[in-house]
């Protein structure tokens, strides 16, 4: 496995990688490090899905608001590059904030509607960042697949609205949500929570639980699922709601009562301490994916 931090030197390597698998098709993996299973289950899917793994290993500034934890956000690339290459990754890209944003950017890509809601309404012009990234990203390591988790549904939404609309050549290939044995979603920013906040932090792969046994009922409206979920989460008593909504999905618009979509999105941001955990299940009738 290579660890590359320059953009000509990966594009360089992809090249002649897709030369030596006689065209070989690349599968494209970005995150923001501090790997864990999620991760590496993105990993898995790709090496099963295409010849040549990159891997993106980014804290992208430009999708982080001036309050929120860029500086603190958990790295450790020794340990992430051991775990890429256990997992089979055949390149982690690894640049700099300066090969990334060598002058300040003049030029972003914004994704309308999707983005007005959830993570969109509480952390303004993150998705511009998430958006804008993707699409260098995209650019440089020109991937026939991309793979995305569910478990940030919402950028799911949009960055496969940002390939439609732009005719990106890329196929994006969303991947289940993994979990602790106990629920908990995983995230790099589980490893803020202290002992007591991560028990407590167990309401809310519950109150997702709560959530689809009353949508699949049919009996309560959309708000009272929202109240429901929300008063389930508030017997934490170290939990700090962000929202609770229950959504379409993919479109991430209202459910009116009475009028439930055929996919719908319970998903739900709550804060424990200085922690903000996102989790969310989608729910189709019939079946439903965490
Ligand atoms: P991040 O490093 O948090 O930006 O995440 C990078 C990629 O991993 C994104 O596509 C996430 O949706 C995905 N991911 C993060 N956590 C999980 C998880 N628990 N299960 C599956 N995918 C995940």
């Not at 890429?84 to 904030?97: C, K, Q, S």
């Not at 407590?200 to 009922?217: F, G, K, P």
């Not at 508030?234 to 999905?249: G, K």
């Given at each position: 496995?290579q660890a ?6 990966l ?12 065209d ?19 990993l898995?899917?790709?090496k ?25 956000y958990?790295?450790d ?34 994704v309308a509607?999707v983005?007005?809601?959830?993570c969109?309404?509480s952390?303004?012009g993150h998705f ?5 990234v993707v699409?260098?990203l995209f ?10 988790g ?10 496969r609205r940002m390939?439609?609309?732009?005719n990106?050549?890329v196929?994006i ?10 629920g ?8 803020y929570?202290s ?10 792969s ?13 009996s ?11 008063e389930?989460?508030?017997?934490a ?11 379409s999905?993919?479109?991430l ?6 009028q439930?979509?055929?996919?719908v ?15 969310n ?7 439903s994916?965490?």
């Amino acid at each position: 496995m290579q660890a590359i931090k320059r953009i000509s030197q990966l594009k360089e390597e992809i090249r002649r990688l897709r030369k030596e698998k006689g065209d070989g098709t690349v599968g494209f993996v970005p995150t923001m490090g501090y790997l864990h299973e999620g991760h590496l289950s993105l990993l898995a899917a790709a090496k099963k899905e295409t010849d040549i793994v990159v891997m993106s290993i980014f804290v992208n500034p430009l999708q982080f608001g001036p309050n929120e934890d860029f500086e603190k956000y958990p790295r450790d690339h020794e340990r992430d590059l051991k775990m890429a290459e256990a997992a089979g990754a055949d390149i982690v890209f690894l640049p700099e904030t300066s090969e990334m944003y060598p002058r300040p950017i003049k030029t972003t890509v914004s994704v309308a509607e999707v983005t007005e809601r959830l993570c969109g309404a509480s952390r303004p012009g993150h998705f511009d960042g998430v958006a804008t990234v993707v699409t260098k990203l995209f650019n440089i390591v020109q991937p026939d697949k991309a793979f995305f988790g569910m478990k940030d549904a919402q950028q799911v939404a949009v960055i496969r609205r940002m390939v439609d609309d732009l005719n990106m050549n890329v196929t994006i290939v969303p991947c289940p949500t993994l979990r602790e044995e106990d629920g908990l979603a995983m995230s790099s920013r589980n490893v803020y929570l202290s002992p007591e906040e991560r028990k407590q932090a167990l309401v809310l792969s519950q109150s997702l639980r709560l959530a689809e046994a009353l949508i699949r009922e049919r009996s309560a409206s959309p708000d009272e699922v929202r109240r429901r979920v929300e008063e389930h989460i508030r017997t934490a008593q170290l939990a700090d709601i962000d929202y609770v909504e229950l959504l379409s999905y993919p479109e991430l618009a209202p459910v009116q009562p009475g009028q439930m979509p055929p996919s719908v999105i319970i998903a739900l941001a709550v804060k424990f301490g200085k922690t903000r955990l996102i989790d969310n299940l989608i729910i189709e009738m019939g079946n439903s994916h965490v």
